[in-house]
């Protein structure tokens, strides 16, 4: 027997869900021209995801070339934040990232999908992937409305959620929905309070200017940045946290997995290439490689360090001798914010020094105060 969409509704919810709903199968033609546009203006900055085919990311019949519907769900991930260690220099993960939240929406979509293929027609669980734009699907399945921060905000839960689909070819009947009301109306919470402004008008992010990619971009961090960085490792929420949706509700206990929310940042600049992929490799990490990693804990221990800590003074030493450029150069940076210049003798004096390095020493920095 074809399981109905209020069926498939209902599965989802008692699977986890915050909000369920369905969309045909139909191309997102408006999502598609925007992001070509903002992608020509160079909006995206080597962000590669939806923005890579714009074709495939806004056409569901890319990936299943006979499906007709979409039934779209999202999870809400929103967590009291456990307490802070305070027996080290701490970075603070972005709420969506502190743990897996898309394993957990992927399990309740799987149960959505079970009696469409029972049923016996294809059930494809999309979430989190170039697949798809999640949020298009879930604002037209009458998720939530799209808001000035260019996230989807659920009514009554806001946009501290993690969205997905299960893609299917089965006949379902869909009843168009009504269109979410825009619920930001004058507000303009986020655009003030992101501390780049990557937020250039309303839906519009730039993505060269925003840190929660600028930490998952290659090369070297934005000098222009990384003071604004702060203590963030991984992700920023500050468009969120400032959201009047968001800060209205009252939030979940934290449970044992949010302690992800704060990585120790000796620790992480401590740890081999194996241990550290292991412990943190669950993030978008460019090309895979674990320099990176260190490379935005460095900039946040410059940020939040203490020069004179023994410990902190014998992990740059040995970040300033790694063999990655990216590492030394943003150890040369690090220790020069925590007045520890007495820390460069060798590489001030050497002839042989790559080009971002020496960039580097040659840059004024403002030391902590």
Known sequence: MIPTVADLVAIGRAAGLAAVGATEAAPFERTRVELEQRKAKGLSGDMQFTYRNPDRSTDPRRTMSDATCLIVGAYDYQRELPTRPTDQPTGRVATYSSEDHYASLRAALERVAEPLRAAGFAALVLADQNHLVDRAAAHRAGIGWWGKSSNVLVPGIGSLVVLGSVLTNAPLRIERVAEVEDGCKTCTKCLDGCPTKAII????????????????ASGSFPVEYRELLGDRIYGCDDCQDVCPPNQIRRKKPATQSD???WVPILDILELDDQTLMARLGRWYVPDRDPDYLRRNALVVLGNIGRGDDERTGKVLTNMLAHHSPVVVAHAVWAARRLSRDDLLGELAGSNSLDEMVSAELQRPVSAVA
Do not use: M
């Not at 839906?203 to 998952?216: P, T």
């Open 259 to 261: 302690e992800g929310a």
């Open 201 to 216: 008008s309303p839906g519009v992010v730039d993505a060269n200017k925003c840190l929660a990619w600028l930490l998952q």
